[in-house]
């Protein structure tokens, strides 16, 4: 501490002084200490609380008795003790919902997640991300041979439009190198009418092939395989 003293320019002394000196607990910390064990009572009261209890409740249980806090307050010294409500966990949603009685394409990867060359292979999947406003969904497709993704689409549905975009945002990137060696290789998740739609803009006239790529599928979760 002595370098960093002289070039603040005051005693080192003085430094150690005021580290040995005990401060005395303010007003305010004499209360929230007061109101760290009425907040505890409350959140740990088995009749009421059980734990569960969050900051607005006990605010509310602190007012019924009697005790003028703020809640902001409350929130403050709940995050001091390290306690909180119980939150409703929501529900996960499916990125993969199987079509038993459906038909769709054979399995044309048989679990080979390499590629001998760009554009040869593409593999989609969806994911989603939980945020304060809820589920937030991303569609992408990604190139085998370089691990590039070339298509991605960001929605706060689940709709075939999502996957859609993505496939039609990495054929735009890729228009001019795709031939009919192509595999569109995606699990077997049903997207409102995506098979179709894929079908007709994977071999539409963007592409400019005679053959068209192929569109092959794999079992629920193996689109990732490899990566």
């Given at each position: 501490?002595?370098?960093?003293?002289?070039?603040?320019?005051?005693?080192?002394?003085?430094?150690?002084?005021?580290?040995?000196?005990?401060?005395?607990?303010?007003?305010?910390?004499?209360?929230?200490?007061?109101?760290?064990?009425?907040?505890?009572?409350?959140?740990?009261?088995?009749?009421?609380?059980?734990?569960?209890?969050?900051?607005?409740?006990?605010?509310?249980?602190?007012?019924?008795?009697?005790?003028?806090?703020?809640?902001?307050?409350?929130?403050?010294?709940?995050?001091?003790?390290?306690?909180?409500?119980?939150?409703?966990?929501?529900?996960?949603?499916?990125?993969?919902?199987?079509?038993?009685?459906?038909?769709?394409?054979?399995?044309?990867?048989?679990?080979?997640?390499?590629?001998?060359?760009?554009?040869?292979?593409?593999?989609?999947?969806?994911?989603?991300?939980?945020?304060m406003s809820g589920f937030v969904?991303?569609?992408?497709?990604?190139?085998?041979?370089?691990?590039?993704?070339?298509?991605?689409?960001?929605?706060?549905?689940?709709?075939?439009?999502?996957?859609?975009?993505?496939?039609?945002?990495?054929?735009?990137?890729?228009?001019?190198?795709?031939?009919?060696?192509?595999?569109?290789?995606?699990?077997?998740?049903?997207?409102?009418?995506?098979?179709?739609?894929?079908?007709?803009?994977?071999?539409?006239p963007s592409i400019g092939t005679?053959?068209?790529?192929?569109?092959?599928?794999?079992?629920?979760?193996?689109?990732?395989?490899?990566?």
């Amino acid at each position: 501490m002595e370098p960093v003293c002289a070039a603040l320019e005051f005693p080192a002394s003085t430094y150690y002084a005021a580290k040995k000196r005990e401060r005395k607990p303010s007003p305010r910390d004499i209360r929230d200490e007061q109101l760290k064990k009425e907040i505890k009572r409350v959140w740990e009261d088995r009749k009421k609380g059980r734990k569960v209890y969050g900051a607005r409740k006990v605010w509310r249980q602190l007012r019924r008795e009697g005790i003028e806090v703020a809640r902001c307050t409350v929130e403050r010294l709940m995050r001091e003790l390290g306690i909180a409500g119980v939150a409703a966990r929501r529900k996960k949603p499916r990125t993969t919902v199987p079509d038993a009685g459906g038909q769709r394409p054979a399995d044309l990867l048989a679990r080979d997640f390499t590629a001998p060359a760009p554009n040869r292979r593409w593999v989609a999947d969806i994911t989603y991300t939980c945020t304060m406003s809820g589920f937030v969904y991303t569609a992408f497709v990604t190139d085998l041979f370089s691990r590039k993704i070339v298509g991605w689409q960001v929605a706060d549905h689940l709709r075939a439009g999502l996957a859609l975009d993505a496939l039609e945002m990495a054929i735009f990137a890729r228009n001019g190198h795709i031939g009919g060696e192509l595999v569109h290789h995606s699990d077997r998740g049903v997207q409102l009418g995506f098979k179709g739609s894929s079908q007709h803009c994977l071999v539409g006239p963007s592409i400019g092939t005679r053959r068209g790529p192929r569109r092959g599928s794999s079992s629920r979760g193996s689109c990732g395989g490899g990566r």
